[in-house]
């Protein structure tokens, strides 16, 4: 996707968000039209009194927890946790699934953990940690990405068609260079693999929230062993998918 009119925002009040890696890519998407339309809309929303998730300083914040240089996997889900603590904080850190602003895990990543402990590890409750804040696998080239980065509170997937053509740029910007593994996480996260390159590795899953709506498991379908072998066969790499080296 090529940026054709050079928008009002300026890049150096912004790049501080973004690991340095990310900034040449970034850079014409921020300084763009199309990043003016999502800056307007979201300023408009928060003068009108509307709640939004994450916090305006994490909204950008997969892209500062993972280089580029380091990308092995992207994890893309549908938006941040779109409620707020009891005492009003907001859950959502800017991490996919990632709830380290309260402490508290949440039934998604709970879901989420307990499906990948089920598939890698054969269920054998292992000691691992249910870590609320998911940046141990940022850290490691996992880009915990949203299709949307924001959301109003109470109202989850609000924000998917504003961000729409961000994700339209990395995906055909980024991924046609840098071939991985993508998990899509959710039908709405599904609908961006239209602009995903055909040569990447993309596999398909129901949200981990959506368990724990119907009081089910959430099943992995054998999935991350697929990205791990993946991982293993072309980069020599291997993620701890689990936040605690296991005790055997």
Same mark, same amino acid.
């Given at each position: 996707?090529?940026?054709?009119?050079?928008?009002?925002?300026?890049?150096?009040?912004?790049?501080?968000?973004?690991?340095?890696?990310?900034?040449?890519?970034?850079?014409?998407?921020?300084?763009?039209?199309?990043?003016?339309?999502?800056?307007?809309?979201?300023?408009?929303?928060? *003068?009108?009194?509307? @709640?939004?998730?994450?916090?305006?300083?994490?909204?950008?914040? +997969?892209? &500062?927890?993972? %280089? /580029?240089?380091?990308?092995?996997?992207?994890?893309?889900?549908?938006?941040?946790?779109?409620? *707020?603590?009891?005492? @009003?904080?907001?859950?959502?850190?800017?991490?996919?699934?990632? +709830?380290? &602003?309260?402490? %508290? /895990?949440?039934?998604?990543?709970?879901?989420?953990?307990?499906?990948?402990?089920?598939?890698?590890?054969?269920?054998?409750?292992?000691?691992?940690?249910?870590?609320?804040?998911?940046?141990?696998?940022?850290?490691?080239?996992?880009?915990?990405?949203?299709?949307?980065?924001?959301t109003e509170i109470n109202k989850a997937g609000s924000h998917l068609d504003?961000?729409?053509?961000?994700?339209?740029?990395?995906?055909?910007?980024?991924?046609?260079?840098?071939?991985?593994?993508?998990?899509?996480?959710?039908?709405?996260?599904?609908?961006?693999?239209?602009?995903?390159?055909?040569?990447?590795?993309?596999?398909?899953?129901?949200?981990?929230?959506?368990?724990?709506?119907?009081?089910?498991?959430?099943?992995?379908?054998?999935?991350?062993?697929?990205?791990s072998k993946i991982l293993k066969d072309n980069n020599n790499y291997t993620?701890?998918?689990?936040?605690?080296?296991?005790?055997?």
């Open positions: 996707m090529e940026i054709q009119r050079k928008g009002k925002l300026n890049w150096n009040k912004f790049s501080h968000q973004f690991d340095e890696s990310w900034h040449n890519i970034i850079k014409p998407f921020i300084e763009s039209e199309e990043c003016d339309k999502i800056y307007a809309f979201l300023k408009k929303e928060s *003068a009108r009194g509307k @709640k939004i998730a994450p916090n305006s300083s994490d909204v950008f914040r +997969c892209f &500062k927890e993972t %280089k /580029l240089s380091d990308l092995k996997v992207v994890l893309i889900g549908i938006c941040p946790y779109h409620t *707020a603590s009891f005492n @009003k904080e907001c859950i959502a850190d800017g991490l996919l699934m990632g +709830c380290s &602003k309260t402490g %508290k /895990l949440q039934p998604a990543l709970e879901q989420f953990y307990n499906g990948i402990d089920k598939e890698l590890y054969e269920g054998k409750d292992l000691y691992h940690i249910l870590n609320p804040d998911v940046s141990y696998l940022a850290n490691q080239g996992v880009l915990m990405l949203n299709a949307a980065l924001t504003i961000w729409e053509p961000f994700m339209k740029y990395i995906f055909e910007n980024i991924f046609d260079v840098e071939r991985v593994p993508i998990v899509f996480l959710g039908k709405e996260a599904a609908k961006l693999k239209k602009y995903l390159p055909i040569f990447n590795w993309s596999f398909e899953l129901p949200h981990p929230a959506s368990a724990s709506y119907t009081h089910t498991e959430w099943e992995t379908e054998g999935v991350f062993g697929k990205v993620i701890n998918w689990l936040d605690e080296d296991l005790p055997f």
